[in-house]
Nanobody, 119 residues
Framework: VQLVESGGGLVQPGGSLKLSCTAS????????MRWYRQAPGKERELVAA????????KYVDSVRGRFTISRDNAKNTAYLQMNSLKPEDTAAYYCAAARALWAKDFTYWGQGTQVTVSS
């Protein structure tokens, strides 16, 4: 089983990035997909989640209206489009596969990709 994140990098405040999470080794379309982030010295935060068929989507308040989660089950890939980025969005971003939309437990976890928002 693998979850591989990509698309992170350095971006100026107000800029955009699109993260990808490509899955292998399990039946991607059966699982909720989530994006988390963790900044140095801070707790891990659940940022966004999308149900298996994309019917249900949820965001943490701090990113609602700026981030968009999506998925392509044919490509076994989940995405996080991040717009209007702020320095406080700087963190390592991780994707996870889970059974529930918004809960503490998860099934599979990726290795992460770094997002740095700085001028």
């Amino acid at each position: 089983v693998q979850l591989v994140e990509s698309g992170g990098g350095l971006v100026q405040p107000g800029g955009s990035l699109k993260l990808s999470c490509t899955a292998s080794g399990f039946t991607f379309r059966w699982y909720v997909m989530r994006w988390y982030r963790q900044a140095p010295g801070k707790e891990r935060e659940l940022v966004a989640a999308i149900s298996s068929g994309s019917a249900a989507i949820k965001y943490v308040d701090s990113v609602r209206g700026r981030f968009t989660i999506s998925r392509d089950n044919a490509k076994n890939t989940a995405y996080l489009q991040m717009n209007s980025l702020k320095p406080e969005d700087t963190a390592a971003y991780y994707c996870a596969a889970a059974r529930a939309l918004w809960a503490k437990d998860f099934t599979y976890w990726g290795q992460g990709t770094q997002v740095t928002v700085s001028s």
